[in-house]
Nanobody
Framework: QVQVVESGGGLVQSGGSLRLSCAAPESIFNSYDMKWYRQAPGKPRELVAAITTGGRATYEDSVKGRFTISRDNAKRTMYLQMDSLKPDDTAVYYC?????????WGQGTQVTVSS
């Protein structure tokens, strides 16, 4: 049963922007830090950005200054604003909520950046 649901992927030209969303039920959203991962074809899944329940954000080096992670507690939704997109950002993006003992993954949303 999918507990967290992503949306917002698509096709965009290099230099463009997209915003991903991840909705979660209150029991998950209020209890866990949340993260965005991505997986490009033939590559391992990598952490892109993370945000704590208190709103503290961290980023993988290649996206610093271009991506912004945020969370809206009223809407129980996490976002990833992606600007200045590059072809290397092409991947399936996954929402994650959890910790070392509990893990909730979304089904993934495809982001394709054309050159």
């Amino acid at each position: 049963q999918v507990q967290v649901v992503e949306s917002g992927g698509g096709l965009v030209q290099s230099g463009g922007s997209l915003r991903l969303s991840c909705a979660a039920p209150e029991s998950i959203f209020n209890s866990y830090d949340m993260k965005w991962y991505r997986q490009a074809p033939g590559k391992p899944r990598e952490l892109v950005a993370a945000i704590t329940t208190g709103g503290r954000a961290t980023y993988e080096d290649s996206v610093k200054g271009r991506f912004t992670i945020s969370r809206d507690n009223a809407k129980r939704t996490m976002y990833l604003q992606m600007d200045s997109l590059k072809p290397d950002d092409t991947a399936v993006y996954y929402c994650f909520a959890g910790n070392s003992w509990k893990a909730f993954w979304g089904q993934g949303t495809q982001v394709t950046v054309s050159s």
